[in-house]
């Protein structure tokens, strides 16, 4: 069974190739490293144990270099995960959906057409002004399917 979950969020405007690279602060440059080297969905805190021996020791550093990196189109925040994990691309433009393993936690990065973006806005009731879409289809990779639908 797929789970969905739409989440309206403050748009992200950034285009790769349009733009020179973002520089980055040191912070961010070792953050964005442990989630690319980790290569799977980390909370905040356990970004935070392993980039502590790189001197950064406090929550409010890494919960800030997260939301540069986030606007910056190079971190994702998987809100049913309470988890960020690093762009597949590097940075995008902000249109993106997640299929998310529910056994092993693999993330595969979607990107949407403006076209899809703009049909999943169009479901937003009239009382919200809709800016972003994020979504997030929760399910079992092919590794895991096998796995689960095998007698124990």
Known sequence: ???????????????????????????????????????????????????????????????????DLMKKGMVHRLESRSAFIACGDGACDGRFAFAICRACDKVVEIHLSKGDQTRLLGLAPAEIVPEQVTLEITGLCEACAPAQAAPV
Do not use: W
């Open 1 to 67: 069974m797929l789970l969905c979950y739409i989440i309206f969020m403050n748009a992200i405007h950034h285009h790769p190739g349009k733009h020179p690279a973002p520089k980055l602060s040191p912070n961010q440059s070792k953050i964005l490293g442990c989630l690319r080297n980790a290569g799977e969905p980390m909370s905040a805190y356990a970004i935070l144990d392993h980039v502590r021996n790189d001197g950064i020791a406090h929550p409010p550093t890494v919960y800030r270099a997260l939301n």
